[in-house]
């Protein structure tokens, strides 16, 4: 059964009489509910009567109207409103612009905007490269979508999947300082994303790719790097790409294994799935079986996904047949980015011994963690109520971060693997343990540590043409 959760959050405002007891009895007839409560403050006091904002985390909505309700049973409650709290954060959207130069008088007015701005116009016509310094270019990135593929939802469109774009170019903004802003398109045309970022390209730095389904996100990520002079990132793709990999450097390091001689299971051959398997064996991984919904992938099935083909030409060198429970008998390591409970306790503990496992499909993983700890030495999810959370909010803001201060357009493998190590270096020696191998989502340092080791890839890259 789910937990009571921020993301479920609501506020009760209620009347009730002003009795010295009032307050801990509206506090354990909501816990009595399943509430989590939170808050509990008296906002108004009169001689008779008193306004008490009770705040808690909720299941569902089913959930918090049986929480009123137990609230409302007492004598002389009323619970006058219920607010939830995830819905007024997004009233009127999570984002603003605000100019980043005073204008405080004609004189500003006059370099800011007409006449001095004509100046600045020229300048950029005689040579487009200073559109980079002289103007939001510098620092300002687009997050696309089609909303095909969104969190767990699904296709839910481009106007429901803007309040997930939103809350992306906040956090590349709170992370990273990388201005953002949501770009969400009402078309699943390859060509016409394509051709609409191309269009768009000169007002951005980079442009990170967001829950586009596959197979087109393939396609309209590489034609976009072919095409355009600045950074794409498909972050679905690299980001969790990325993340799992620093995850894995430090878990290796926990069970003491190194990736050559593991044993490795990836359920997903999808976006995240097809980046992850071409990190790690760029990392040295020998050992990989990667199983879709109709088991292992392998040599000598014609597939019509060019990436399967790819996948089935570099993957399981051992030629296993098989589903993915199969493949898990012996594995050291499991990383799913599928779907839920794809697995079970029996599969996690026919697994090597001190195992891994990354269950990341959201908001439900493919195998209960609980459970998975009873027989793997470390587990990981993509959720925030449960150790070790793999969360690309880890990679994307350092890593635009970095392209950015390097000014480069290219996003190569070597930056990728640099900046997992960047994240899992955040992690100090005495610190790294089985239900820490994965720096907070909040440590104010990681940015900037995937960003420093992105431009000095760069730079080294840069030496050895020279």
């Known amino acids: 059964m789910a937990n009571p959760g921020p993301g479920n959050s609501i506020t009760l405002r209620i009347d009730a009489p002003s009795n010295f007891s009032v307050t801990s009895e509206l506090a354990a007839a909501a816990a009595s509910a399943g509430a989590a ?22 299941i569902d909505d089913e959930h918090a109207t049986r929480i009123r309700d137990a609230v409302e049973a007492l004598d002389g409650v009323h619970v006058r409103q219920v607010s939830d709290r995830t819905f007024l954060m997004h009233l009127g959207g999570k984002l603003e612009v605000v100019p980043s130069v005073p204008l405080r008088n004609r004189d500003d007015l006059s370099r800011a905007y007409t006449p001095g701005v004509a100046r600045v116009c020229m300048a950029i016509a005689e040579d487009k490269s200073k559109a980079r310094n002289l103007t939001i270019k510098r620092n300002t990135i687009a997050v696309v979508t089609d909303g095909t593929a969104v969190l767990g939802l699904g296709d839910i469109g481009p106007e429901a999947a803007l309040p997930v774009m939103e809350g992306k170019a906040a956090l590349f903004k709170q992370f990273a300082n990388v201005d953002a802003w949501p770009v969400c398109l009402d078309t699943k045309d390859t060509e016409e994303i394509i051709s609409i970022v191309k269009a768009i390209a000169p007002v951005y730095g980079g442009v990170n790719l967001e829950d586009i389904a596959a197979p087109r996100c393939f396609e309209i990520e590489a034609r976009l790097r072919e095409e355009l002079d600045i950074p794409v990132f498909h972050d679905d793709q690299h980001g969790t790409a990325i993340v799992t990999l620093a995850a894995l450097v430090n878990a290796l390091k926990v069970v003491n294994k190194t990736i050559e001689d593991i044993r490795i299971v990836v359920s997903g051959v999808g976006a995240a799935g097809n980046a992850i398997i071409q990190l790690l064996l760029a ?8 199983c879709g919904r109709d088991g292992a992938i392998v040599a000598g099935v014609e597939y019509a996904d060019a990436h399967r083909r790819e996948i089935a030409a570099t993957t399981n060198p051992r030629g296993f047949q098989g589903t993915l429970k199969e493949a898990m008998v012996g594995a050291d390591v499991f990383i799913g980015v599928s779907a839920p409970n794809v697995l079970d306790e029996a599969d996690i503990a026919a697994m090597a011994d001190d195992a891994i496992v990354f269950a990341m499909a959201n908001p439900t993983p493919e195998v209960d963690p609980v459970v998975a700890s009873k027989h793997a030495a470390i587990v990981a999810t ?53 239900s820490f191998i994965i720096p907070s989502v909040f440590d104010p340092l990681v940015a900037g540590a995937v960003a420093d080791a992105i431009v000095r890839v760069v730079e080294s890259a840069a030496a050895d043409r020279e």
């Open 382 to 434: 993509g959720r925030s109520d449960f150790p070790n959370q793999i969360n690309n909010v880890l990679a994307f803001p350092g890593v635009f971060r970095g392209l950015l201060d390097a000014g480069v357009s290219d996003i190569t493998a070597p930056m990728l693997v640099a900046s997992a190590y960047a994240i899992a270096s955040r992690v100090e020696e005495d610190e790294l343990n089985a």
């Open 283 to 290: 990392e040295g991984a020998k050992d990989l079986v990667a």
């Open 37 to 58: 409560i939170t808050a509990l403050d008296v906002v108004e006091s009169h001689p008779t009567s008193i306004v008490v904002d009770l705040t808690c985390n909720t």
